[in-house]
């Protein structure tokens, strides 16, 4: 791991920031004030010193709900870690070393990463129904002396499964033995990111495997140009009624602020099929699959001024969940979020799933779907401009929870949009829209990661 305190590029931070002056709107501390880059991704080139666009832009001293809030950038918004220490990561050990320093800190990651490997191979196995030495070990070291002794993974399937019924929750020595497992491989996997942080790879392989990025109580995140893939969760929890489910995102977004994830391709191995028929039976002999994904990129817990843009979303099940819970009405006024430029490419649903939120659909692409686009839920307010669908009736859940206004997307369901909204995103930020006809090419074309040049 190489590490630096540059002083060049703290210059070249302040040289920047003089630049956009032009090019931004001025930001008078009231809910309209707005700024940011256009969101089109007409430049080549990936740098730590990139302005954000859509609500990661926004640079006001007031949220919606009125309380005073400090934008980490007077002008950009979010910046990340620009200007403070550079890090050049290669293995896992690095990776975490340099993501746990403290102050602000850009990482550039080379090459490919196996986060469940920690010194004596990966955790994650080759086929859906599969398993790998290390997992077998990983199982049978921390069962050796427990209430349900396994030797493989294979085993701790079929026991853990044959503990429970299938409508109840779990509970008891079992329960607490699944906890224990999940919190042991978390440890190997989670990055929990500290505040001003830039993470950005390097060429076009840089790829974290196996990856649970963690964003929670953090404000100054930009994630860009890496390959996501493989959040496999090897201990998904059996719920009442609901069977197996896995409890880890390749990128979960929790009460925080001033987020950007910008040309990074999410994806997973196994299919939703596939995943599907790997079944095992309960105490009650009800047949459950070994679920073993989760979410590709959530965003819950009261966030605010979030864009996720120009990303990949590949084969995803439970792909963009924004806000968790009916319930969780302090998510009111907050949630604040532009989703643009992505491309949703065999995704099964939540495209993505809005509770609460005020949020700016824009520019997304939408292919071979597995089931419904945007879901709208408890008091949404969307946006939405210039999606491209293939399909009108998978384009919108047919519910009419919370508003969505639409302009000018191809193929979007219209008995699924309203008249009026109660929302514009002009009034907090800049920004540009492509034509809903050039979606497609454009998108496909620019969208993820190993599209644009690092430059460092």
């Not at 302040?14 to 001025?26: D, F, P, V």
């Not at 859906?128 to 427990?146: C, E, H, M, R, W």
């Not at 090897?234 to 009624?241: A, G, N, R, V, Y």
């Not at 384009?395 to 369901?413: A, H, K, M, Q, Y």
């Amino acid at each position: 791991m190489k590490m630096k305190k540059s002083i060049f590029t703290a210059l070249l931070t302040a040289l920047s920031t003089m630049l956009l002056l032009g090019a931004c709107g001025s930001t008078d501390g009231a809910a309209k004030s707005g700024s940011g880059a256009s969101a089109k991704s007409s430049a080549k080139q990936i740098s730590a010193l990139d302005a954000p666009h859509g609500w990661a832009s926004y640079a006001g001293t007031k949220d919606l709900a009125g309380k005073t809030v400090t934008p980490p950038d007077a002008k950009t918004g979010t910046k990340g870690g620009a200007g403070g220490t550079v890090y050049t990561v290669t293995n896992r050990a690095e990776l975490f070393k340099a993501v746990n320093a403290e102050g602000p800190k850009v990482i550039y990651v080379q090459g490919k990463i196996e986060m469940s490997d920690t010194g004596r191979g990966t955790m994650i196995p080759e086929t859906y129904n599969g398993t790998t030495p290390q997992l077998d070990k990983f199982i049978a070291t921390k069962t050796a002396k427990s209430v349900l002794p396994c030797n493989s993974y294979a085993e701790w399937k079929q026991k853990y499964t044959a503990s429970f019924n299938y409508d109840q929750d779990q509970f008891g020595e079992v329960a607490e033995l699944r906890t224990t497992l999940q919190k042991s491989y978390e440890a190997a996997v989670v990055l929990r990111l500290k505040n001003d942080t830039t993470i950005i790879g390097l060429g076009n392989d840089a790829e974290l495997r196996g990856v649970a990025f963690m964003l929670k109580d953090v404000q100054n995140i930009v994630i860009r140009n890496l390959i996501l893939s493989d959040c496999y969760n090897p201990f998904p929890k059996l719920e009442d009624s609901d069977g197996l489910n896995a409890d880890l995102d390749l990128v979960s977004i929790q009460s925080s602020k001033y987020v950007w994830i910008d040309h990074c391709t999410f994806k997973q191995t196994f299919t939703t099929a596939e995943i599907q028929s790997d079944k095992y039976e309960t105490k009650d002999r009800r047949d459950v699959f070994w679920r073993v994904y989760d979410g590709q990129c959530d965003i819950t817990k009261a966030s605010d001024f979030v864009t996720i843009s120009w990303n990949h979303f590949s084969h995803g099940d439970k792909t963009m969940l924004i806000g968790n819970s009916d319930k969780n009405t302090s998510d009111i006024n907050h949630q604040t979020i532009t989703v643009d430029h992505n491309w949703y490419d065999g995704c099964k649903q939540r495209l993505p799933f809005v509770r609460f939120a005020t949020i700016h659909l824009y520019n997304n692409l939408y292919t071979d779907q597995q089931g419904s686009g945007i879901d709208r839920r408890k008091d949404c307010r969307i946006y939405s401009e210039a999606n491209s669908f293939e399909e009108a009736k998978r384009s919108v859940t047919p519910n009419r929870n919370g508003v969505l206004f639409d302009i000018g997307s191809l193929n979007i369901e219209p008995s699924a949009v309203d008249a009026k909204s109660e929302w514009k995103p002009s009034d907090y930020y800049k920004y540009s829209v492509d034509k809903a006809a050039k979606v497609k090419d454009i998108v496909s074309k620019g969208c993820g990661a190993g599209k644009l040049t690092v430059i460092q």
